[in-house]
């Protein structure tokens, strides 16, 4: 009886394995063409400056409007991309999808001044990411003044010398540099300082309980401190309330990102929504 028992147990598990091999070799497969198909979209969220009320700027965020299964979020799929390499593929349509709404934006007066997009690790590690990147914002003739790039925090701590002197460049010629998900990985402070690097990004994890707990508070009072020290401005990710926003804004956190106020949108929607919003006067450096 317990052998049974044992046997129909190992049974279930080794289905469910299956089940989710199956999916995962399902979801290779379509990965694979979903680039050719046109099967990814951009969502955009805006950044809120606590300073002036201002939106200051935007992240673009990847979907992939997949045939059966919808609007699949990204963390659905980007590390089954990254393991097969198509991440680089799908990190390119990104960028010159970025590039091609900033080009018409320039056109039309509408938008913010600049988006940022995420880069995974296995894009930035590659020789030709810079270059590419270039390529593609000079032939859009998008200024690099309009782009931020989002790498996170675990990604900067791990990436050579030459990838450091690459963002370098980079920031020389107009732009930013973002710490994603700070807070979740491990931070080498001393390498902190050497980081080429405009802004940190606070985690969700961070910020989330600081309306309840002063413990909390304390840690983000700290961090705050920490990336002022390195001559960063801070951008809180995932503030979901008015009150987690006003204790950001005492403690001097200078942006806001999260469903408070925005939600990512289509770029229509983001659109119509900006132009309600108080914008950043774009002329300004
Ligand atoms: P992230 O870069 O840290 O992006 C912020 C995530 O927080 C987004 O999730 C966003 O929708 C979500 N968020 C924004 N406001 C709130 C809020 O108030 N509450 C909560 N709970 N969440 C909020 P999303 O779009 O699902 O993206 C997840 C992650 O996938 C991103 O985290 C980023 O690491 C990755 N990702 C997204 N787009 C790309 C891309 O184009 N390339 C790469 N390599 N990674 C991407
Ligand atoms: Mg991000
Ligand atoms: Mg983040
Ligand atoms: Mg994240």
Redesign the pocket.
Known sequence: RAKSRGGHGHCLFSDSLAAEHQHRIDTEKALADAVERGEFRLVL?PQLSLVSGAVTGA????RWKHPLRGMV???QF?SIAEQTGI?SE??EW?MAEVAAMLASWSETQEGPKRVA????PR?LERQDFFPKLRQIFAEAGVGLDRIEI?I?ESTAMECSQATLAEMADIRRDGATIAL??FGTGYSNIARLRQLPLDRV?LD?SLIHDITTSEQARNVVQAVIQLVRGVDCELVA????TVAQADILRTMGCETI????FAQ?MLEQEFLAWTSHAVSEDRSAA
């Open positions: 969220q992240e673009a965020l990847l979020p990204p963390n980007i991440i799908i990190g990104v997009f995420n880069v995974s894009q989002e996170t994603d998900d990004k969700q990710e995932a503030v979901e990102q999260g469903f408070v990512p």
